[in-house]
C-alpha cells in the first residue's frame, strides 16, 4: 500500500504559477510510475504528467511547455510546477503512483486531491 498527500493548490490568476507537491509513505520502495492526473467539474479525469522510477517524463498535450514534473527521493515527494496557468487548467489535481512501469489507471493509489482555481 501507498498512501499519497497533495498539497499547494490555491486559487491564482491567469498567467501565474502554483506548485503542488505529493508526498509518498507506505510501499514507496515499490513505486515504479508516478502521475499527475486533474478533473474539472463534468468531465473525466485526465492525465496531465507521468514520470516513471529512471526520471523519464511524459506530458499532456494541455501541459507541455507549461507544466514540470519531477520528484525529490530523498523527500519521497512528486512535485508539478505549473507555469502560465490558463483558466482551462482549473480542476482537481491528483497524484497518482503505481508498481507498474504502464499503469492502467485501476492500478494507481490515488491521493485525495487538491482544488486548482484559475481566475481570469
Known amino acids: 500500500q501507498v498512501q499519497l498527500v497533495e498539497s499547494g493548490g490555491g486559487l491564482v490568476q491567469a498567467g501565474g504559477s502554483l506548485r503542488l507537491s505529493c508526498a509518498a509513505s507506505g510501499s514507496i520502495w515499490s513505486i515504479n510510475t508516478e502521475a499527475w492526473f486533474r478533473q474539472a467539474p463534468g468531465k473525466q479525469r485526465e492525465l496531465v504528467a507521468v514520470i516513471n522510477r529512471g526520471g523519464s517524463t511524459h506530458y499532456a498535450d494541455s501541459a507541455k511547455g507549461r507544466f514540470t514534473i519531477s520528484r525529490d527521493n530523498a523527500k519521497n515527494t512528486m512535485y508539478l510546477q505549473m507555469n502560465s496557468l490558463k483558466p482551462e487548467d482549473t480542476a482537481v489535481y491528483y497524484c497518482?503512483?503505481?508498481?507498474?512501469?504502464?499503469?492502467?489507471?485501476?492500478?494507481?493509489?490515488w491521493g485525495q486531491g487538491t482544488q486548482v482555481t484559475v481566475s481570469s
Open positions: 497518482a503512483a503505481s508498481d507498474s512501469d504502464s499503469p492502467t489507471r485501476t492500478e494507481y493509489f
